[in-house]
């Protein structure tokens, strides 16, 4: 795509602007990291605890 940009004279983006495409990112500030990681970690434990209570409630019930 780029060699193409570069033959018609124009950068990435306006070439694929031209053709309909748009490109777009979001970046987050570098303070934020241990923030998302937090909320990761949390989330991955509170499926972990959930799976767990279920593949015990469920092992239970079976050797009743």
């Known amino acids: 795509m780029e060699g193409a940009a570069n033959r018609a ?3 990435l983006n306006q070439f694929l602007h031209a053709r309909g ?3 777009f990112g979001i970046c987050h500030p570098a303070d ?3 923030t998302f990681q937090l909320i990761e970690a949390a989330l991955f434990i509170a ?3 959930v799976l767990i209570g279920v593949v015990v ?3 239970g019930r079976r050797m009743i």
């Open 9 to 11: 004279g124009t950068n």
């Open 32 to 34: 934020r990291f241990w």
């Open 47 to 49: 499926v972990t605890a």
């Open 57 to 59: 409630w469920r092992a």
């Open 21 to 23: 495409i748009q490109q």
